[in-house]
């Protein structure tokens, strides 16, 4: 079946620390996108993708990083720069600019500890 | 920038009930609009995709309309059942860009048996 992978479910970062949450799908999708989703908040848009080797900051991309080197995949990497990266993490996708609707993943949930 | 209100933020009802969700935004040029469903700890799962030209879509006990021009849409949920219980977000999607897609903060659903 095809769909959105998210690893790992559960991430533990230190201070100082680098992490990096992966995404892969097999929907053979072109468009890739990253939220970030707080308690009580919408989804806010991290970074996205139209296309590979490319990609745009959305309203939050201070202090994370991303890559689009396959079509199948965007890992998002939260740096030691993001001051409060608790929170959990939403990969999506989408044909093109959206207009077929945009397809999740489970999610990953990010503490500093 | 597209604001995204849902109301109310939280709902308990009996089982059976029929129930209406809102969600109301600000800018009207949108492509098209998505409910999603949310369990605790989970991605969004896609419940109903209605584009700017359609003012309906059903699947099942669910029915969301749109009203682009005075910027609202509602989900219709027939018959609850303690199964539907999750939080529920709207979004809606821009005219042109990857980036435009925003969400509201969701409403909480809770059906009790």
């Known amino acids: 079946d095809g769909g959105i992978t998210q690893s790992p479910k559960y991430l533990f970062r230190k201070e100082g620390q680098n992490v990096t949450l992966s995404c892969e799908q097999n929907?053979?999708?072109?468009?890739m996108y990253w939220y970030r989703q707080d308690p009580g908040q919408g989804l806010r848009l991290i970074y996205y993708s139209q296309i590979v080797n490319d990609f745009q900051k959305g309203d939050i991309a201070e202090g994370y990083s991303v890559s689009r080197e396959k079509k199948e995949s965007f890992p998002l990497t939260v740096t030691s720069a993001q001051k409060n990266p608790t929170a959990f993490y939403l990969c999506?996708?989408?044909?093109?600019?959206?207009?077929?609707?945009?397809?999740f993943g489970s999610g990953t949930r990010l503490t500093v500890v | 920038k597209q604001e995204v209100t849902q109301i109310p933020a939280a709902l308990s009802v009996p089982e059976g009930e029929n129930l209406v969700l809102n969600c109301s935004f600000t800018?009207?040029?949108?492509?098209?609009l998505q409910w999603f469903r949310q369990d605790p700890g989970k991605g969004l799962t896609s419940l109903l995709l209605?584009?700017?030209?359609?003012r309906e879509q059903t699947s099942g006990r669910l029915n969301a309309s749109l009203d682009k021009s005075s910027g609202r849409s509602t989900l219709y949920i027939a018959a609850s059942q303690p199964g539907d219980s999750a939080t529920y977000l709207c979004a809606p999607g821009g005219e042109y860009n990857n980036n435009d897609m925003r969400f509201g903060a969701g409403t909480r659903l809770t059906v009790k048996p």
């Open positions: 999506a996708s989408s044909i093109g600019t959206g207009a077929y609707g945009y397809t």
């Open positions: 929907l053979n999708h072109d468009a």
């Open positions: 800018d009207s040029a949108i492509y098209n």
């Open positions: 209605i584009q700017s030209s359609q």
